[in-house]
């Protein structure tokens, strides 16, 4: 999700990634349960406009799959659904 564009951030563009999964590019095969893979319990951000590298922020409770997350109005995010195994976007 991306983060609200605040004066106090100047504006500055941050997403935040949280969750899914950490498979290598070898790993993409048909020959295992991929179902089954655990998801990633990291969350890592990104301010595209001042620096191309990610910074690791706080992970998350369980690992999730294609959560969603929600900016709510005093400034916290909520992630809900997803699941705790599986990669999405996968064939």
Same mark, same amino acid.
């Given at each position: @999700?991306?983060?609200?564009?605040?004066?106090?951030?100047?504006?500055? $563009?941050? *997403?935040?990634?949280?969750?899914?999964?950490?498979?290598?590019?070898?790993?993409?095969?048909?020959?295992? #349960?991929? $179902?089954?893979?655990?998801? #990633? &319990?990291?969350? +890592? &951000? *990104? &301010?595209? #406009?001042? &620096?191309?590298?990610? %910074?690791?922020?706080?992970? *998350?409770?369980?690992?999730?799959? @294609?959560?969603? @997350? *929600?900016?709510?109005?005093?400034?916290? +995010? %909520?992630?809900?659904?997803?699941?705790?195994?599986? %990669?999405?976007?996968?064939?």
């Amino acid at each position: @999700m991306m983060l609200p564009l605040t004066p106090e951030n100047n504006y500055q $563009a941050t *997403i935040l990634f949280c969750g899914g999964s950490n498979l290598q590019p070898d790993q993409w095969t048909l020959n295992w #349960d991929l $179902a089954a893979y655990p998801a #990633d &319990s990291s969350c +890592v &951000s *990104i &301010s595209p #406009d001042l &620096s191309q590298t990610w %910074v690791d922020d706080d992970p *998350i409770f369980q690992g999730r799959s @294609m959560g969603n @997350m *929600i900016g709510l109005p005093d400034l916290k +995010v %909520v992630l809900l659904n997803g699941a705790n195994t599986g %990669v999405g976007g996968f064939g």
